[in-house]
């Protein structure tokens, strides 16, 4: 595997880490 694409699978699985508790936030917020 190709160090390059090693890092890409990094930042994907950290945005999705970022994105997981803002959605959260928002789904648990009453509208």
């Known amino acids: 595997m190709p160090l ?3 890092c ?3 930042k994907f699985f950290l945005s999705i880490f970022e994105i997981i508790p ?4 928002f789904s648990l917020k009453p509208l």
């Open 4 to 6: 390059n694409q090693l």
């Open 8 to 10: 890409l699978e990094q």
């Open 22 to 25: 803002i959605y959260f936030i």
